[in-house]
């Protein structure tokens, strides 16, 4: 592709079509976002930088965008086309949030999108709409605190209210506060460091060679924090195998299950292998791990970050969860449940999540899961362990369910503490179970527990 035909691609209008394809058609941001890169692999880092940060800013602030519009538009938010919505939120975005764009290029360039679009006539209605809120954007009155917290909280984070009242139901105002604060801000990514190639040591400086920005983990050690790259597969390392992506709440849930060699683990709902593959790697080659998901799409991810680790003593294979299976019966040493869940713990990565999620889903969710753990605790062998855990902060899918498996089943919690730094350790974890809480914990949002068969 040469520059000139580069520069015809106008990546404002990629970032009309992905905020559109996510706000408007509920896709999934890391599907769409990754799909337009791909097609553009080409787009110099700088404008594939400006892509990204642009769609997902857009969707990530997108309730307080709709708030600043609205102040100065006649026409609600919902009555207008659905183009010239999203072309005006791209453009808030750009004059609130991106320094680096001149006021004047967010309007124009806002105002040509929409001609563009073929909304000719509404020019003059973008262009008075964003020159407005130009001129105004440090005079925008927000939504009181005291007179309606949460409406407050909706409109500064962008948090929908009915998430926002059944954590005023769960949770303290200021661990609230705390996590809707994490959740926006700039994300390092977090890799596990894979010893079964390399020293965590040895990795470390390979990525400081290529000057990426690298930090230690906060829990486990061979965690890194790491930023200033261009994208993960073009990480050195990334080919031959030294690490994977995944968050450190992810590795602990790994490490409450206390592996120890020749242990054999079921992993049942395990793309796209972040647990499997920590606990293999504990495994040392010794035992088994069974690592099952529920379509044959989901389970090649679970088979080429296996390739690409060169880890042998996993098994794969396609498997409903909820369905139960004889030859399991009483098997396993180990059985790790992360179950589908409503993923309100890792809505800092996957804005999106936050727009798609409803009560009635996290109720159909819960069903699935009691469904998942009444079948897969029978694999479990007597005087076995049972990981259950979610990347989600709601009650309901946490302790809740925790609680009824209790009650229900001949398994016990037992303590966390021995698997867990100290910084982590607390009352619950000595009762058996973890909430990670982002902004208070230096991870996603993320719940274990951890049970014994009796
Ligand atoms: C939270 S993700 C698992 C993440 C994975 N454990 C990891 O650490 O990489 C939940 C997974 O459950 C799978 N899933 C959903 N319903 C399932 C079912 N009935 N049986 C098996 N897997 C299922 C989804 O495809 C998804 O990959």
Wanted: with cysteine.
């Amino acid at each position: 592709m040469t520059t000139k035909e580069t520069k015809a691609i106008n990546v404002r209008e990629l970032a009309l079509e992905i905020v559109t394809e996510v706000l408007e058609n509920q896709k999934a941001l890391s599907e769409v976002i990754h799909g337009v890169l791909d097609k553009y692999q080409y787009l110099p880092k700088q404008e594939r930088a400006f892509l990204t940060r642009l769609s997902e800013g857009t969707i990530e602030t997108a309730i307080e965008l709709d708030y600043i519009i609205e102040q100065f538009s006649t026409v609600k938010i919902k009555k207008m086309k659905t183009p010239i919505r999203n072309i005006l939120r791209m453009g808030v975005y750009q004059l609130k949030y991106m320094n680096q764009v001149p006021a004047s290029a967010a309007c124009n360039e806002s105002v040509k999108l929409a001609a563009k679009k073929g909304f000719h006539n509404l020019k003059g209605f973008v262009n008075g709409i964003l020159r407005n809120v130009s001129g105004n954007i440090e005079k925008i009155s927000y939504p009181s605190r005291t007179q309606n917290i949460v409406k407050a909280l909706s409109v500064s984070y962008s948090m929908p209210e009915w998430i926002l009242e059944m954590w005023n139901r769960q949770m303290e105002r200021e661990q609230i506060e705390k996590v809707l604060k994490a959740f926006l801000e700039e994300r390092k990514t977090v890799v596990r460091c894979n010893t079964e190639k390399i020293t965590a040591n040895d990795f470390k400086n390979l990525l400081l060679e290529h000057e990426i920005i690298v930090e230690d983990g906060a829990y486990c050690p061979t965690a890194f924090r790491i930023s200033n790259y261009d994208t993960i597969r073009r990480i050195p390392g990334f080919q031959e195998g030294y690490f994977i992506v995944q968050d450190e709440s992810s590795m602990l849930s790994v490490l409450c299950a206390g592996i120890e060699k020749e242990n054999h683990v079921m992993d049942v709902c395990a793309a796209p292998g972040g647990k499997t593959l920590f606990a293999a790697e504990l495994l040392k080659g010794t035992g088994k791990i069974l690592s099952y998901d529920i379509s044959q799409y989901k389970v090649d991810f679970i088979e080429e970050n296996k390739k690409r680790l060169g880890i042998n003593n996993v098994e794969t294979g396609v498997q409903d969860a909820s369905v139960y299976r004889k030859e399991y019966e009483q098997s396993q040493d180990i059985v790790i449940a992360d179950l589908p869940c409503s993923g309100l713990g890792i809505i800092g990565n996957k804005p999106d999540i936050k727009y798609h999620c409803t009560l009635e889903g996290i109720h159909q969710l819960v069903d699935i899961q009691r469904k998942i753990l009444s079948v897969v605790s029978q694999y479990v062998k007597k005087g076995g362990v049972l990981i259950y855990s979610t990347c989600t902060l709601n009650k309901m899918e946490n302790i809740e369910n925790t609680v009824w498996f209790q009650e229900q089943f001949d398994f016990e919690l037992e303590s966390l503490d021995p698997y867990l730094p100290d910084a982590l350790k607390s009352d619950t974890t000595k009762k058996g179970y973890l909430t990670l809480l982002p902004g208070i914990n230096k991870s996603d949002g993320f719940f274990i527990a951890r049970f014994r068969k009796r």
